[in-house]
């Protein structure tokens, strides 16, 4: 098994954040979301284990992009 810090430290593997609750509810409201309508990232995915996030966390990715710069995409743990 590898060990958590190999993961979220691996260049291929983007910046994985759990949002708090607050800003959560901020993000979904500003937004016009409910939590379901978000894509899903599994529980059992390696970097979700290893940032210890729990079914129902909102999960902010931030991955590098030729052409925007930065990109950032939203999960809910499911």
Sequence with gaps: MLDSKVIVNHILVPKHEIMSKKESKAFLESNGLKKDQLPRILREDPVVKAIKA????????????????KAVYYRMVY
């Excluded at 729990?54 to 710069?69: E, F």
């Design 54 to 69: 729990k079914k129902g966390d909102i999960i902010k990715i931030t991955r590098n992009s030729p052409t925007a710069g």
